[in-house]
C-alpha cells in the first residue's frame, strides 16, 4: 500500500513538471536521463569491479544532480530573466496581501507563461531556525500568468491574496519562475 502511494506522488511531482515544460526542457531533462541510463548500462555489464564501482557512482552522482542541473540550466542559460519586487507586503487595515513584480526577460527565447509564488514561512526564534524554516513552508500561494514576453521586454504582474490569515510580522519570501 505504501508503494502505491509513493507511485502515485511520483506521478503527480511527473504531470506537475510537465505542466510546467516546454519543448526545450524536455529535451533537456531527456539527454540527461539518457546519459544516466547510459552510466548504469555501462555500470552493469563493465567486467572489472573498479570501473563498475566508478561507474556507478558516477550514475548516482549524475542522477542525483539532475534536478539541480536542469534548474541551472534553464534558469541561468536558456530562460535568464531579472526580476525586481515592485510591493510586497500585507495591508495594514484588511486581511490581505499586495504583491508586485517587475520581469525582464534578458533570453533569447520569448516567455509565454511565468509563475509567481509567495510562501509564508514560520516565525524563528533563533539563527538555526531563521535558514533552516526558509526550507519549510506553512502555506504557498501561486498565481500563473500566461502571458508572452519577447527578448529585452519587461511587463510587471500583480498579485492579491484576500483573506491573508497570517500576522502583518509573518516572514515570506517570493519567488517567480517564467518559461
Do not use: W
Request: aromatic share 14%; charged share 15%; proline share 4%.
Amino acid at each position: 500500500m505504501a508503494s502505491l502511494a509513493f507511485i502515485q506522488a511520483f506521478l503527480e511531482s511527473f504531470k506537475g513538471f510537465l505542466s510546467q515544460a516546454t519543448l526545450i526542457s524536455v529535451l533537456i531533462a531527456s539527454v540527461l536521463i539518457l546519459f544516466c541510463a547510459i552510466l548504469l548500462l555501462l555500470a552493469l555489464l563493465l567486467r572489472n569491479r573498479l570501473a563498475s564501482y566508478i561507474t556507478a557512482a558516477a550514475f548516482l552522482g549524475a542522477f542525483l544532480s539532475m534536478p539541480f542541473v536542469l534548474n541551472v540550466l534553464l534558469t541561468q542559460t536558456i530562460y535568464p530573466i531579472e526580476t525586481r519586487i515592485l510591493h510586497a507586503n500585507p495591508l495594514s487595515y484588511s486581511n490581505a496581501f499586495s504583491l508586485q513584480v517587475g520581469v525582464k526577460n534578458n533570453s533569447k527565447f520569448s516567455l509565454n507563461k511565468c509563475v509567481l509564488r509567495l510562501e509564508v514561512l514560520k516565525n524563528p526564534h533563533n539563527f538555526v531556525e531563521e535558514h533552516a524554516f526558509k526550507l519549510f513552508v506553512k502555506k504557498s500561494y501561486e498565481k500563473t500568468f500566461k502571458e508572452k514576453i519577447l527578448p529585452e521586454e519587461s511587463k510587471v504582474f500583480s498579485f492579491f491574496i484576500d483573506n491573508y490569515p497570517y500576522l502583518k510580522t509573518a516572514p515570506y519570501q517570493v519567488s517567480l519562475f517564467c518559461l
